[in-house]
């Protein structure tokens, strides 16, 4: 079974520039999942998706973040204009639906590691 | 405001020692999981445990979950270099399918 892929691996950009990061989750799991880590800490929860609706996306700093997720599938999360505090390494992670047995696996995929110079 | 609490928050340590990781929070969680990430890659599911008390174990290594199912503790017998990662856990409750992550033990192990 494949994993959760993303792309690119590595970005580096200037600040106040735009990029954008994909993933494609496991198949057949309807969960999404954003999140940013800084470099020796946990994964901070940015936005989540349910299928193709946001279930809750309270940390998303929406003035310069954005994520969409059509067809319920493959994800994007964007960020314009970046700051030189959104170095981090950015992780996606899908998981099944409806949290049988209150287990809520996670799975992740490798990360991109975004540098703002 | 529910947090997970984990320490210690580094460890390092000779191969062949023998260590354990705390994972503590004052809510109550439905699981909590554990999660091992490895430099460049992201964190890798290692166990889900459900029921208060439950122990399992994974090869050297061993994991408890609180009776009252508010904290838990790994315990990694005769450490090698390949257990070199950040420890994460992470305890779900039942709403919005979201986890509640610990900030993560820094684990390195020397040969």
């Known amino acids: 079974e494949a994993g959760v892929a993303q792309s690119p691996r590595y970005k580096i950009i200037e600040k106040r520039q735009s990029v954008a990061f994909w993933c494609n989750p496991i198949?057949?799991?309807?969960?999404l999942y954003w999140y940013q880590q800084i470099l020796g800490q946990g994964p901070k929860l940015l936005i989540q998706?349910?299928?193709?609706?946001?279930?809750?996306d309270s940390q998303l700093p929406k003035d310069r973040f954005s994520a969409e997720r059509l067809k319920g599938v493959d994800s994007t999360l964007k960020i314009q204009p970046a700051k030189l505090e959104d170095s981090a390494v950015y992780l996606c992670?899908?998981?099944?639906?409806?949290?049988?047995?209150?287990?809520?696996?996670?799975?992740f995929g490798p990360g991109t590691r975004l540098t703002v110079t | 405001t529910q947090l997970l609490e984990q320490s210690p928050q580094f460890l390092s340590i000779q191969e062949g020692e023998n260590l354990t990781v705390y994972c503590n929070s004052s809510?109550?969680?439905?699981?909590l999981q554990w999660y091992r990430q490895e430099p460049g890659e992201g964190p890798v599911l290692l166990v889900t445990?459900?029921?208060g008390g439950e122990v399992k174990k994974l090869k050297r290594l061993t994991f408890q979950f609180g009776d009252a199912r508010k904290d838990s503790s790994l315990h990694i017998t005769a450490a090698q270099p390949g257990d070199t990662g950040l420890y994460l856990c992470?305890?779900?409750?039942?709403?919005?399918?979201?986890?509640?992550w610990g900030a993560g033990t820094k684990l390195i192990i020397k040969p």
């Open positions: 992670a899908s998981s099944l639906t409806a949290g049988t047995s209150g287990r809520y696996e996670q799975y």
């Open positions: 445990v459900v029921t």
């Open positions: 809510s109550v969680f439905s699981s």
């Open positions: 998706f349910q299928n193709n609706g946001v279930v809750d």
């Open positions: 992470a305890g779900a409750t039942d709403s919005n399918y979201q986890l509640i």
């Open positions: 198949s057949g799991h309807a969960t």
